[in-house]
């Protein structure tokens, strides 16, 4: 068993629509914005993670930047394999010498169809997988919690992601109810962009309305410790200018706000489907929160107040999935029955 072991690579994979984070040895090795640059000429990977995202709306023709999964799922099949194949190879193998057999887990959403599970597979695969599992993205963070998810009784995940908000009630190994929408952090990302164009006139990209979102994002306006204003530049709509304006996180707690209210009318109903006896567990322990969507500051004080429901924010919330489909690794005899 040692000596297969040593052939054998083992990687836990929370496959994200925003970032990538590999699990190999009890560690997080790999964790990079999925994002990648391809040569269009050649087909070949020439920036990857960190780097690509630095390119994005800034190639020519000849280079495009990709984010090879939309919505949760894999959206250009060979992107996706080129970005699985580069960030395993960041990894540095025990023997530099031969090619060590690839033993994964991928966390996949919920609501993922039967096309879209196979598409992970298969690019997983082609980038050198040789033993895929796979496992719903509730149950990884539930387990990431430390939470026992084999335990006859209610447990309530919400997990927001870039593409995908993840809400589950999880109860003796297995999703009782579960819905999977796709108003997640993308959709903070593009309501900030909206509300600067719209009330502010000034054309701002991606990258930096999701710093604006990282920086200084709120879930509500009144906050213990507020963020200071931070100042932002770009082209005037109307005269193509130079341009600058002060952002507050009041103004983004203002731009968030229908998307959040998508995500609690979805928590809403699924509560509604949920079993009383679960129920009431619910209502006793509370609904915890993971995902980088986690990370907006007072998200946990807003769906408390909206719903009256204590909610909790994991310690790690971009991590949780992760260090979930980890253990989920360490211990595939325990956690067999949760695989796809």
């Known amino acids: 068993m040692g000596l297969f072991s040593f052939f054998t690579q083992e990687l836990a994979i929370d496959l994200g629509t925003a970032n990538t984070l590999i699990i190999h040895e009890d560690r997080v090795v790999v964790n990079e914005p999925s994002v990648v640059t391809i040569d269009n000429r050649t087909g070949k990977l020439v920036a990857l993670g960190t780097k690509a995202r630095q390119m994005i709306g800034k190639t020519h023709d000849k280079l495009r930047t990709i984010r090879p999964l939309r919505d949760g799922v894999i959206a250009d099949y060979n992107a996706a394999e080129l970005m ?3 960030m395993i190879n960041m990894i540095k193998p025990r023997n530099r010498f031969f090619k060590p057999s690839l033993k994964m887990v991928i966390c996949i959403p919920s609501g993922s169809t ?3 599970i196979r598409a992970v597979r298969d690019s997983s ?14 149950l990884s963070a539930a387990i990431g919690l430390g939470l026992d998810v084999n335990a006859p ?8 992601g870039g593409g995908t908000t993840e809400i589950a009630v999880i109860s003796l190994g ?13 959709d903070f990302t593009q309501d900030i962009q909206d509300y600067i164009r719209q009330h502010h006139n000034l054309k701002i990209g991606e990258r930096t309305a999701e710093q604006i979102k990282i920086d200084i994002g709120a879930a509500i306006e009144d906050i213990e410790e507020n963020p200071k204003p931070i100042t932002i530049q770009g082209p005037n709509l109307t005269t193509s200018l130079p341009s600058h304006v002060h952002i507050t ?10 998307t959040l209210g998508k995500i609690e009318i979805a928590i809403q109903n699924t509560l509604e489907q ?16 993971a995902g980088g969507g986690a990370l907006l500051r007072g998200i946990d004080i807003r769906f408390s107040e909206r719903m009256n429901i204590p909610f909790h924010v994991a310690d790690e919330p971009l991590k949780t999935i ?15 029955f949760l695989m796809k």
């Open 322 to 336: 992760a260090i979930g489909t980890g253990i989920v690794l360490k211990n595939i005899e325990k956690y067999g």
């Open 174 to 186: 297995g999703i009782v109810a579960n819905k999977s929408v796709r108003f997640a952090g993308d």
């Open 84 to 86: 699985i194949r580069g």
């Open 249 to 258: 996180h009041k103004e983004v707690a203002h731009a968030i706000d229908k």
């Open 274 to 289: 949920t079993p009383p006896e679960l129920y009431t567990d619910i209502i006793n322990k509370g609904i915890y929160l």
């Open 125 to 138: 695969i082609h980038a050198g997988g040789r033993d895929i599992y796979m496992v719903y993205e509730p």
């Open 114 to 116: 039967e096309v879209e």
């Open 153 to 160: 009784e209610g447990i309530m995940v919400v997990d927001i």
